[in-house]
């Protein structure tokens, strides 16, 4: 199947030149000469549940509702079954507030929360490994053919990476194709904005596949699972314990995805291997072109 830089296949696909996701800034090159150019906005983002806030998160500002919705899911706080009554956002307060049917009290889960090594401060609470022994993740059939397709479309998307950098990409995808890309300064929170999609609009995960642009660690590891999502893929590499977990749970692990390479160190039994890498192309030393170039 050839590849093109059609944007059609996305349901979401990045919006770089949307605005307050970045500014301009002006300093001074390795010559001393004047030079301007974009960086990726940071704002604060406090999330509640009902009446009781759970965590101020550091997020470029796009997709607000999904994200507090996808990291209360992925933290355990919002059951698969949980009647959601609304999920309010406010811009100027720079809040969002999920209400629920039920009233919810998550005190001793906060108290024992766990700062993690993600990007921009990750956080796992302590009591979300428990979950992980209900796991059951389906045994689908994964095509290399697929792994490379999607490594070149995403590589190939006009992103903020593109725009700006200092960020991260997380993308939902079935088969070959790319459906939901999320960007944002920790890698954890593109994760919750695909969770929170997913339980808004009903998606399934058994048939998905994550891929991501940073590392695969136990964090990374663990939403994935508790997704239902059977396969992670990145281009970057992986922790000892990460792994550790991804066996565990019999998550598909995929890492150091360029050009014709790629690592499985988990799952292995749902790929197909249907392609030849002699016949994917080398991949460039700067292997995400900017599309305007």
Known sequence: MAISDDLSDYIIAPDPGAARLTRAVEGLDQTGAPTRLSVV???????????????TAMTIG?????????????????RPDEEI????????????VVRTAVETSHEEKLKKKTRTSGCAVGTVFGDMMEGLEEVRLPQVEVRTSWLYDLAARINRTPSLYLEAGAIHGTVLCHRNRPLVYMEDVGR???????AGWMLSTGEG???????TTGRLTSEMVIKTAM???????????????GVEIARQVGLTLIGRMRGQRFVCLSGAERLVWDADPDSVPVEDRKHRRKSAQ
Do not use: C
């Open 41 to 55: 906005e940071e704002r604060p983002l406090t999330i509640f549940l009902n009446s009781q806030e759970i965590v």
């Open 62 to 78: 796009d997709y607000p509702e999904y994200l507090a919705l996808g990291f209360l899911r992925n933290q355990g706080m919002l």
């Open 85 to 96: 009554t609304g999920v309010d956002f406010d811009e100027d307060l720079e809040t969002v």
């Open 188 to 194: 954890h929170n593109a994760v919750d904005k695909i």
């Open 205 to 211: 995960a058994d048939d998905k596949i994550l891929y």
């Open 227 to 241: 997704m239902g999502i059977p396969v992670l893929a990145s281009r970057s590499g992986f922790t000892a314990w």
